[in-house]
């Protein structure tokens, strides 16, 4: 059973309040592939990263290095209730630069799970639970408040706020999903414009279709087409900024067969077109 107790959004940033007692591959959520912070408010999760696991109960606070989510997963546990932000890059570094921080090296360094103690739990919980209260009122300037108080969760994690905590003995299964699926996730990343799908990957993993379907999405919560999809188009997101390559010519590239379907997914995963984005780019 799921209880979806609070979603919303200002530019930016997407936050979202959930409540489940079971683990379901499914997020509930605004982006796929941005930057995140989780605190659990009760119950459990796992954070799994280079092959170690991580227990995150009450009062845990992870941060996920957009880099890194291909190889990170926070899965398990029979209950829990969490927040999640949701952070887009090109604000996350507009911010940083306005506030002469290194916001993506934030992420990449604190990429993990912290332990914070009583004091610091009670003070990120009232932070956390004032940036629903003003985005559901909708306060005027509740997107400046917001960002206000997601800075200064920030700034008390690099005055040393949280601690380390150690690593958790997951089950073998677990693991052994896990690695398998990182596996496939690095062959996906070296040869995403010659694979079209499921079926290519089954055969050259020898997988049932199914499980592979199955551990996919547990493991990373995309699909299998999602995941290819989104390497495709970040790489699409560098080809459009060099003016000498058609869109044509980076549709077939990354192995899009229609340059209509290109387009479709490209606007899917980044809100606009292809042309759109090269335009975008293009400095005044």
């Not at 985005?135 to 380390?164: C, D, H, Q």
């Not at 000498?244 to 990354?254: A, C, G, N, P, R």
Request: hydrophobic share 35%; glycine share 6%.
């Amino acid at each position: 059973m799921k209880k979806v107790i609070f979603t919303g959004k200002c530019d930016g940033i997407g936050i979202s309040h959930v409540a489940r007692d079971c683990d379901l591959a499914e997020t509930i959520g605004f982006y796929k592939n941005e930057y995140q912070i989780y605190y659990i408010l009760d119950g459990e999760r796992f954070f799994y990263s280079n092959n170690k696991s991580y227990r995150m109960s009450k009062g845990t606070l992870s941060f996920i290095d957009k880099k890194k989510i291909p190889f990170t997963n926070v899965i398990g546990g029979k209950y829990h209730e969490r927040i999640l932000i949701e952070i887009e890059e090109t604000w996350l570094i507009s911010a940083g630069t306005v506030m002469e921080l290194d916001l993506t090296g934030f992420f990449s360094n604190l990429h993990g799970v912290l332990q914070m103690n009583s004091k610091h739990q009670e003070i990120i919980e009232k932070k956390l639970r004032k940036m629903e209260e003003v985005l559901k009122a909708e306060k005027p300037y509740a997107s400046a408040e917001v960002k206000e108080l997601l800075f200064s969760i920030i700034i008390m994690i690099l005055n040393g706020a949280g601690t380390r905590p150690e690593e958790y003995r997951t089950t073998g299964g677990k693991m052994m999903r896990y690695v398998k699926v990182k596996e496939i996730i690095y062959y996906i990343m070296e040869h995403y414009s010659e694979i079209y799908g499921l079926e290519d990957l089954a055969g050259i993993f020898y997988l049932d279709k199914s499980y592979l379907s199955r551990i996919f999405k547990e493991v990373t919560n995309f699909t299998v087409n999602e995941f290819i999809n989104i390497q495709k188009i970040d790489r699409a997101r560098n080809l459009l900024i060099d003016d000498s390559l058609s869109i044509e010519d980076i549709s077939k590239k990354l192995g899009y067969e229609r340059l209509s379907y290109f387009d479709r997914v490209f606007k899917k995963y980044v809100g606009m077109s292809p042309l759109q984005y090269r335009k975008s780019r293009k400095t005044p």
